[in-house]
């Protein structure tokens, strides 16, 4: 991997929101692409808009009436109860807004793009991809489409007959599994809060297909022992010629939708550890519902691919932007922290291993058949 990683990104992610009340009304990706310039981090030749996908590229997954039905809704913004019924969508999670076709069908273009950016081999962050909870037929926990599902899809088209999915969102990947639990060439591995919706994955899986639901107050501890008695052992067995890997940013502790205590490090980790294990490497986002804990994990993500030093005090120009930023309806929001503001990397957070941890973790290995 001799060529500099490549950035996909779009403002359409600064100017588009799931609406006022919605978890998903924080900026995110445009919030990564702003912190990382103000870092020197985002030269313009390691940067490449995302293309939208047209609908009848969705469709070598999506159901067609399904597209349909979304862009109608987008189009006329309202749905009507048949609609509403069969497809979740207008619902509380998946609302109606002004780009609610486009903004995912943004998110699938990068995806797509990115499998022809690594036919070649190298690495590219997608930080608006990473929708995993996307059905072929309706909506389904803020995801309208299914993007890591077309990355798989456009990786194997360009040329990677084995992929790895590795998830570590707080929520388990259902629509990916969906798509490819039974697929003996894509090894899936996610770790989830057990319990948090949408309450599948439980311990277990098919032979490439391994969850590991773990217990709330989750460390860094404790994922340094999942990657390294899981994760790198599985894929490194598995012998990839790509990896996908889906960052969610929820799992961290000021994250307001889950219960676990990792730190922006433990995310790290993992990106640099699964860097080098294969030839073609996509990074995606995923959840991520406080701005300055996704914002400055994400960013730390794009420094870790490229090999820049974090430092310790951020400048001026890079403290404005998290400076910027607003979360009024969360009691840790109206208060932040100063260190939200003037640095990228969190304090560590240990702890004694939880238990049962090492038991789940020898249980999914002696299930791995590949």
Same mark, same amino acid.
């Given at each position: ?179 490819? +639990?039974? %697929?003996?060439?894509?090894? /899936?591995?996610?770790?989830? *809060? @057990?319990? !948090? ?109 490229? +090999?820049? %030093?974090?430092?310790?005090? /951020?400048?001026?120009?890079? *403290? @404005?932007? !998290? ?48």
């Amino acid at each position: 991997m001799t060529a500099r990683p490549i950035f996909i990104g779009s403002e359409i992610y600064r100017g588009s929101s799931y609406g006022r009340w919605h978890p998903l009304r924080v900026p995110r990706v445009s919030t990564v692409m702003d912190l990382a310039r103000a870092m020197d981090w985002l030269p313009p030749e390691q940067y490449v808009t995302s293309p939208r996908a047209k609908a009848s590229a969705l469709q070598a997954w999506h159901h067609r009436d399904y597209i349909k039905a979304l862009q109608r809704a987008e189009r006329t913004q309202e749905v009507g109860e048949q609609d509403k019924e069969r497809y979740q969508l207008g619902t509380v999670t998946n609302p109606v807004f002004p780009q609610m076709f486009s903004r995912p069908a943004t998110g699938v273009g990068g995806a797509l793009l990115a499998g022809e950016l690594l036919k070649s081999g190298g690495i590219v962050y997608q930080p608006g991809g990473g929708t995993h909870h996307g059905m072929p037929g309706h909506a389904n926990g803020f995801c309208y489409l299914n993007d890591p599902v077309f990355a798989i899809q456009s990786l194997r088209r360009n040329g990677a007959a084995r992929i790895a999915y590795v998830d570590i969102d707080a929520h388990h990947p259902d629509g990916v599994e969906h798509a490819f +639990g039974d %697929d003996p060439g894509t090894l /899936l591995i996610s770790t989830h *809060e @057990a319990g !948090l919706w949408p309450r599948s994955g439980l311990l277990g899986g098919a032979p490439t297909t391994l969850n590991l639901p773990v217990p709330r107050g989750l460390h860094d501890d404790d994922m340094a022992l999942i990657l390294d008695e899981l994760i790198l052992p599985l894929v490194q067995s598995f012998k990839p010629d790509a990896i996908v890997l889906q960052c969610g940013a929820d799992a961290v502790e000021e994250d307001p939708q889950s219960h676990l205590s990792v730190s922006n490090n433990a995310h790290w980790a993992v990106v640099s550890a699964l860097q080098n294990m294969a030839p073609r490497y996509l990074v995606q986002g995923g959840g991520g519902y406080n701005p300055w804990s996704v914002g400055r994990l994400w960013t730390g993500v794009w420094a870790t691919l490229n +090999g820049h %030093d974090i430092p310790e005090t /951020l400048p001026e120009q890079a *403290e @404005a932007v !998290l400076r910027g930023l607003e979360f009024k309806s969360n009691s840790r929001g109206r208060n932040p922290p100063n260190h939200w503001f003037t640095t990228i990397r969190d304090q560590p957070r240990g702890g004694p291993i939880h238990e049962g941890l090492r038991r789940d973790i020898q249980t999914l290995r002696d299930l791995a058949r590949f």
